[in-house]
């Protein structure tokens, strides 16, 4: 399948409106992480390189065609000598699929504190998903084969109070990856929404649903390599009308804390019929 290279390849129709390319997939719809990943590059390359992407927000609207590529519009909301602002839509066929809100920031000294990366098993105790993974979740370790994906076992993931569905993923690109920062971050927002809804049924395990992502927010805090082990501590705190409220905090292995995500999705229950 696709390698992050080909995923979040953009091409420059106009001074502000890119097209992402579409790649080989077994899914029925563009993955939403690769959506993402593409409307943050375009934003990417509308700014300065001394600002540094800090937070997004953005959108699913309507499921997209992996078949077909996705045109971006970048609307340049705010040049500040601090800050900058963009907002940026993905259509396919005249209709919008995603919207996007970006914020870059030059950077700035001040107070630093961060949560500490709780106690987990190290990758290396683990197995690759690709090995352990059931027959019928198989497409999922060949649609994602360039990434090394670990679960931590429920029994082993680390509990606290009043968290009641907790799960904890160790996760790295197979293959070195190039330099530039800026790339590691749009690797981040693409690789952020794999596995994080699926902590929604850690308590659920046996309930048929249909989930989709709905929003997806992020905060990147410090610098990392998504080339390098990334702890995805993950939960979600509330379910209910047929949606889900998940968040995850990611570490690098050193127990520095390098992003967050919040994400709200779609977890409708499957009747029989």
């Known amino acids: 399948m696709a390698t992050i290279e080909e995923a979040l390849e953009i091409e420059r129709l106009e001074r502000d409106i890119f097209r992402g390319a579409s790649t080989k997939t077994q899914l029925a719809r563009t993955f939403g992480g690769q959506v993402a990943g593409q409307a943050l590059v375009s934003a990417v390359r509308t700014v300065e390189p001394r600002f540094q992407v800090h937070s997004l927000h953005g959108y699913f609207l309507r499921p997209g065609n992996p078949q077909e590529p996705t045109v971006y519009q970048v609307e340049r909301i705010r040049d500040g000598r601090s800050f900058c602002t963009r907002r940026v839509t993905g259509i396919q066929e005249g209709a919008a699929i995603f919207t996007m809100s970006a914020s870059f920031h030059v950077g700035d000294e001040g107070p630093e504190h961060q949560d500490v990366m709780p106690e987990v098993q190290a990758p290396e105790e683990l197995p690759d998903a690709s090995t352990v993974m059931s027959p019928e979740l198989l497409w999922a370790m060949r649609e994602w084969e360039h990434w090394d994906i670990r679960m931590v076992p429920q029994e082993n993931v680390a509990r606290r109070d009043g968290v009641v ?44 649903t249909q989930t989709a992502s709905l929003d997806h927010a ?52 499957l009747r029989e019929s």
Do not use: N
Not at 200 to 208: A, F, G, R, T, Y
């Open 165 to 208: 569905s907790p799960q904890q993923v160790w996760f790295r690109y197979r293959h070195p990856l190039p330099d530039d920062p800026l790339f590691h971050v749009c690797t981040l927002a693409y690789m952020s929404d794999m596995t994080l809804l699926g902590s929604s049924k850690v308590i659920h395990p046996h309930e048929p």
């Open 218 to 269: 992020m905060w990147f805090l410090r610098p990392f390599r998504a080339d390098d082990w990334l702890l995805y501590d993950q939960a979600s705190p509330s379910a209910g009308f047929g949606r889900a409220l998940t968040g995850g905090k990611i570490f690098t292995r050193e127990g520095r804390l390098v992003a967050a995500v919040v994400q709200e999705g779609l977890i409708r229950t």
